[in-house]
């Protein structure tokens, strides 16, 4: 999803600018952007929730927006600047780590098109204008869930309450998509939440149903296919 890292502070001298979400080429054709638990209700009415695979073997909680790669989101421009994943609200601000969060910086990145005439990251007194505060916000909301989005995907798959996720035929192969996993329909409910703390019941309970319902989206992303692909 990135391109690479600039701290903040080589920002401050720049004259660098950030610009609408929807001017980033990420946000147009990113499938997979990763999410945290409390986005998962509001986003599952749109596309999939489920966990991926990635190449060093590890498990990521994504939004799944898209099966074609490199191709535009479907319905995309339809959309608001909310109902976009946390991450691509705040892009192109970004934690260097996404596993742990910590330093906030920048993805070496340029607008495909210039919406409006952007907004520079600070303003002249140091701080943080209108447009950085907002995008800067959606970060902190993402990043306030890493712990808990860590704990809940190792509990899931530790215990077996995951399932895999397949496509028809060969069209998962075909598509270059990675292995997919679901959490159970019906999962035992001690083991998830009993390294859980209390406080955090009610959001994964409500991301668990979510995630579950979010899998019928799969059928609109494969009708959205060019002819042909399916």
Same mark, same amino acid.
């Given at each position: +999803?990135?391109?690479?890292?600039?701290?903040?502070?080589?920002?401050?001298?720049?004259?660098?600018?950030?610009?609408?979400?929807?001017?980033?080429?990420?946000?147009?054709?990113?499938?997979?952007?990763?999410?945290?638990?409390?986005?998962?209700?509001?986003?599952? #009415?749109?596309?999939?929730?489920?966990?991926?695979?990635?190449?060093?073997?590890?498990?990521?909680? $994504?939004?799944?927006?898209?099966?074609?790669?490199?191709? !535009?989101?479907?319905?995309?421009?339809?959309?608001?600047?909310?109902?976009?994943?946390?991450?691509?609200?705040?892009?192109?601000?970004?934690?260097?780590?996404?596993?742990?969060?910590?330093?906030?910086?920048?993805?070496?990145?340029?607008?495909?098109?210039?919406?409006?005439?952007?907004?520079?990251?600070?303003?002249?007194?140091?701080?943080?204008?209108?447009?950085?505060?907002?995008? /800067?916000?959606?970060?902190?909301?993402?990043?306030?869930?890493?712990?808990?989005?860590?704990?809940?995907?190792?509990?899931?798959?530790?215990?077996?309450?995951? !399932?895999? $996720?397949?496509?028809?035929?060969?069209?998962?192969?075909?598509? #270059?998509?990675?292995?997919?996993?679901?959490? /159970?329909?019906?999962? !035992?409910?001690?083991?998830?939440?009993?390294?859980?703390?209390?406080?955090?019941?009610?959001?994964?309970?409500?991301?668990?149903?979510?995630?579950?319902?979010?899998?019928? +989206?799969?059928?609109?992303?494969?009708?959205? /296919?060019?002819?042909?692909?399916?």
């Amino acid at each position: +999803m990135y391109n690479g890292f600039e701290s903040l502070e080589a920002a401050r001298t720049s004259a660098q600018r950030i610009f609408d979400p929807f001017s980033y080429r990420v946000t147009s054709t990113e499938r997979a952007v990763p999410i945290c638990l409390s986005e998962a209700p509001a986003l599952a #009415e749109r596309w999939p929730v489920l966990w991926v695979r990635d190449a060093s073997g590890e498990f990521d909680l $994504v939004v799944l927006r898209g099966l074609q790669p490199g191709a !535009e989101v479907p319905g995309l421009h339809s959309q608001s600047r909310t109902s976009l994943p946390l991450l691509l609200q705040a892009y192109p601000f970004r934690y260097r780590d996404l596993t742990s969060g910590g330093e906030i910086g920048l993805d070496r990145t340029a607008p495909m098109r210039e919406r409006d005439a952007g907004a520079y990251i600070f303003d002249d007194r140091g701080g943080f204008p209108p447009g950085t505060d907002l995008k /800067l916000r959606a970060l902190d909301l993402w990043g306030e869930e890493i712990g808990l989005r860590a704990r809940l995907t190792a509990e899931l798959f530790h215990h077996g309450l995951v !399932e895999p $996720v397949r496509l028809p035929g060969t069209l998962q192969e075909r598509l #270059e998509l990675p292995d997919m996993f679901s959490a /159970l329909a019906f999962p !035992e409910d001690v083991p998830i939440f009993r390294s859980i703390p209390a406080t955090h019941w009610l959001t994964v309970a409500r991301f668990l149903a979510a995630q579950r319902m979010s899998l019928y +989206m799969m059928a609109r992303l494969i009708s959205a /296919l060019p002819e042909g692909t399916a």
